[in-house]
């Protein structure tokens, strides 16, 4: 299956799972589905693989957790 996704670099794979550690909620940017900007406080809860793509799972404040592809990650 091809995708459009673009590997994001090692280092920040390895700064995605540190934060993933420390748990405490960090401000991100992102471009959504419709690729508009987003800036929220979020909460890294996990780092996936699906179909050859990268994914965070996060949480803002207590809403139901969702998924960011890591190559949509601005910030």
Same mark, same amino acid.
């Given at each position: 299956?091809?995708?459009?996704?673009?590997?994001?670099?090692?280092?920040?794979?390895?700064?995605?799972?540190?934060?993933? +550690?420390?748990?405490?909620?960090?401000?991100? =940017?992102?471009?959504? $589905?419709?690729?508009?900007?987003?800036?929220? *406080? +979020?909460?890294?809860?996990?780092?996936?693989? =699906?179909?050859?793509? $990268?994914?965070?799972?996060?949480?803002?404040? *207590?809403?139901?957790?969702?998924?960011?592809?890591?190559?949509?990650?601005?910030?």
């Amino acid at each position: 299956m091809m995708t459009d996704y673009k590997p994001v670099t090692c280092e920040l794979h390895s700064h995605l799972e540190d934060l993933i +550690v420390i748990a405490r909620p960090v401000s991100m =940017r992102w471009l959504d $589905e419709d690729q508009k900007r987003v800036n929220e *406080t +979020v909460k890294i809860l996990d780092i996936f693989t =699906r179909n050859h793509e $990268e994914f965070i799972q996060v949480q803002i404040n *207590t809403e139901t957790p969702f998924e960011i592809r890591l190559d949509r990650i601005l910030t």
